[in-house]
Each structure stands twice: as C-alpha cells, then as structure tokens.
C-alpha cells in the first residue's frame, strides 16, 4: 500500500509516493481526510469468471 | 557610537496537523501569528515583606493564528476542520523557507487543543478570515 502525496506536508512534496507504513494510522486517516494525499494499490474486487451458457441442441 | 539593529519583518512559517510528521504549511495563508509561552504565577508572598513575589505554576501555552479563509483540498478549511475538538500540532519559524537555527528557532506546541473554529465567517466586500485559538500542549524551541 503506497500513498501519492498531492499538497505538501511535513517534508514531503506533491508528487512523492510514500509507504503506508511511513506513517501513523493517525497521520494517514487525517491526510486522507485534508486531500493531502491519495491512496494507491486500491484492491479491486476479483474478476469474476466467464459464465459457460449451453448450447441449445435442437 | 551606537550598534547597528537587526529588526525582524515578519514573514513566519507556520505549519500545522494532527501531528509534526502530518503538519501542512499554511505560511501562505497566515496573516498573523502570536505564540505565547506562559507560565502560571503563583504568589508566593508573605508578611515577611511588603512586596510581591511570584512563582512559577503549569505552564499555559498558546498559539492565536489568523488566516485568509480557503476551502481548497489540503488548504485552510480541509487541513484545519478535522482538529476542532482534538489535540494537534503546530509549529512557527520566524522566516518562512529558512533554515532551523539559533537564529531562527522553530517554536512548536505538541498535543495543543483547538476548541473551536468558524467554519464560515463572511462580510460583504471583504475577504474571508478565519482566527484560531491553540491552547496548551507542551512548548519546545528547536534550533537544529
């Protein structure tokens, strides 16, 4: 989980990418909430498989 | 022959967040900024003397800022909102962009309160202020 930096703080600047683990949860949750920074690797739900529809046989 | 005076023009850093390692700078919207560090006095007289004397108690600190009003993301509103009712960090230099010294110090208040801010303040035909009052938090001057 990495964060992109859009405004600066501390001493990082927009467009750094920083590791989730580079921050506390307190620091994140209130960065995300400012729009400081944006969360990347977002998990996406798994891709569901092909549904086999059967041949009709007439 | 008198010596030459250094005068300081005011141009602060001021930064702060939810904590040193998330504090965003808010120089460019700062337009004034009054750190103080206090110590409590407690009197300390006696009939031994007419005079008073005083020693100190808990320390009140305090930060009383001013900033022109923006609601942009990671800017006055979004940066300052979600500390109403918590404590937080802040930090002030005396000369924005310049390195932390003995002759710029950087002045800090760790977990200082922020009881309250006007989400909104608006006059006709003038730009919009937001003051803030930080107070308490432990007090440090850093020059490295």
Known sequence: MTYTVLHAFGDHQPGDVIEAGDLSEMDAAYLLQTGAIAANDVQKPAARGKTKTAKSED | ?144
């Open chain 2, 1 to 144: 022959m008198a010596m030459p005076q250094t005068v300081y023009y005011s141009a602060p850093e001021v930064k702060i967040g939810a904590a040193s390692g998330s504090a965003v700078d808010l120089s460019e919207f700062c337009k004034s900024a009054v750190l103080t560090r206090q110590a409590d006095a407690l009197e300390s007289s006696s009939m031994a003397s007419r005079d008073r004397f005083f020693q100190a108690g808990m320390n009140s600190n305090q930060l009383v800022v001013t900033f022109n009003q923006s609601y942009e993301a990671a800017e006055v509103y979004a940066t300052l909102s979600p500390l109403i009712g918590t404590q937080c960090y802040v930090e002030c230099t005396p000369v924005d962009g310049t390195a932390v010294s003995a002759t710029n110090p950087k002045f800090s208040l760790t977990n200082t309160y922020l009881e309250a801010m006007d989400v909104l303040a608006a006059n006709l035909g003038e730009l919009g202020e937001v003051q803030l009052t930080f107070t308490g938090g432990t007090y440090a001057a850093a020059t490295s």
